[in-house]
């Protein structure tokens, strides 16, 4: 492929991006702190929390590849309830030892924290408090298979970009709904 063609490809995938509302999170350069970078086995050095359209539900959080992030109401805020098995399921949002998570987006920065990960001893970014998962059911961005499933002792559901729970239900199968 020739430079010219290289160009024309990533600029066509910055037009994509930015149609499908992810232009933000792609300029901001970041990535989830559960993933490893590009470069090798490095972890990032910035964990992006941003916003994006979600399916049915509105502007809700998401990670850098526009995955819905998600509360796990038993966790009541700052305190990690969900344990080794659940977060199999539903993989939190880890921060970066040497780093930091940031807001892009509608994302408010003064929202975001981080609490102690009891299973894995680094810490979980949190939003208003809340700490924050992705579901590996959401194999697309901007789509919330998660959103108020009952799973690993409690309702999951996405977050507003001004920290309230957004508690809006959505259809599921029963094979998707579990105790």
């Not at 999951?156 to 809006?168: S, Y």
Request: with cysteine.
């Amino acid at each position: 492929m020739s430079t010219t063609q290289r160009a024309l490809a990533v600029g066509l995938v910055v037009v994509l991006a930015a149609a499908a509302g992810l232009l933000p999170l792609i300029n901001a350069g970041g990535s989830t702190g559960s993933s490893k970078a590009a470069t090798g086995s490095k972890a990032p050095k910035t964990v992006l929390v941003g916003t994006a359209v979600v399916h049915d539900l509105g502007v809700a959080l998401v990670d850098s590849a526009g995955r819905p992030l998600y509360m796990f109401a038993p966790d009541e805020r700052t305190h990690v309830s969900c344990n080794a098995v659940c977060q199999k399921i539903w993989p939190p949002l880890t921060a970066p030892r040497r780093g930091s998570a940031r807001a892009v987006g509608a994302a408010r920065q003064a929202l975001i924290g981080s609490a102690p990960n009891p299973v894995a001893h680094d810490r979980i970014v949190t939003y208003d408090g809340w700490p924050l998962y992705t579901y590996v059911l959401d194999k697309a961005p901007r789509v919330a298979n998660g959103q108020n499933v009952v799973l690993n002792g409690g309702y999951w559901w996405v977050l507003r970009p001004n920290g309230q729970v957004n508690r809006k239900p959505v259809p599921h199968s029963t094979a998707i709904v579990g105790s």
